[in-house]
């Protein structure tokens, strides 16, 4: 059964840093990797998405790599401010478990002004 | 194109009480997927539909859950008889037609809260 974990579970950093949110699971055969960010009380946003053949995907001030061989992930943050406070959430699409995603339970950050 | 709605955003049950909640895909998706967050947890899989079939509800509760998603309408995931564990927050997501071994991105939707008192 995949389990996924989200270390740390809760971040706190002052404005500018640059910060590394880490993620891994236990069955390395997964379709892809996808990483969410969730305010408090809405909906998730997805953030980037890792096919298993990839080795990692960027978008602005974010970048994501995946090691499929040793179950792990990051989540990096340049120059972090105060309104990516929120929690990210990574999830994996196992291949023997049809299309769902599996969650890791989330690291919640605060970024302070 | 509208993403994924769910309504209500928030709904109020007493116990006993039936809930509906319901999605809307985005347009052209034929895959929905239902996900619940409890309080404090992550987000947990419960079923997996397309049209007019249930595809994979291994994270169903065996009793009082259900859900369809008739061929016009939208997806409905009902709860009979509520109890205050069901308080969570349910999110909706769909996602295109997967062909073979292609793996397209699930989007979702804002969630509805569900309170049981």
């Known amino acids: 059964k995949q389990e996924v974990t989200q270390i740390p579970a809760a971040l706190s950093v002052p404005e500018g840093e640059n910060l590394v949110l880490n993620c891994s699971f236990t069955d390395s055969a997964i379709y892809n990797l996808q990483w969410f960010r969730q305010d408090p009380g809405k909906g998730l946003t997805s953030l980037l998405l890792i096919q298993s053949s990839q080795r990692e995907q960027t978008s602005g001030r974010l970048n994501a790599s995946l090691d499929k061989s040793s179950g792990r992930s990051t989540l990096y943050i340049a120059a972090s401010q105060p309104g990516d406070s929120a929690t990210y959430l990574c999830?994996?699409?196992?291949?023997?478990?049809?299309?769902?995603?599996?969650f890791g339970g989330g690291t919640r950050l605060m970024v302070k002004p | 194109n509208a993403g994924v709605m769910q309504n209500p955003r928030h709904l109020v049950r007493r116990r006993g009480q039936e809930a509906r909640l319901r999605c809307s895909p985005m347009?052209?998706?034929?895959?929905v997927y239902w996900y619940r967050q409890l309080p404090e947890e992550g987000l947990k899989f419960m079923v997996y539909?397309?049209?007019?079939?249930?595809?994979?509800e291994s994270g169903m509760p065996k009793e009082r859950f259900s859900a369809e998603f008739p061929k016009e309408g939208p997806s409905i995931l009902r709860i009979q008889q509520v109890v205050r564990g069901d308080s969570a927050a349910y999110f909706c997501?769909?996602?295109?037609?997967?062909?073979?071994?292609?793996?397209?991105?699930?989007?979702f939707g804002p969630g509805t809260r569900l309170t049981v008192l």
């Open positions: 347009k052209g998706h034929s895959h």
């Open positions: 999830a994996v699409r196992p291949r023997n478990a049809g299309n769902m995603l599996t």
């Open positions: 997501a769909s996602s295109l037609y997967d062909r073979g071994l292609r793996s397209d991105t699930q989007y």
């Open positions: 539909l397309q049209k007019e079939n249930i595809i994979d």
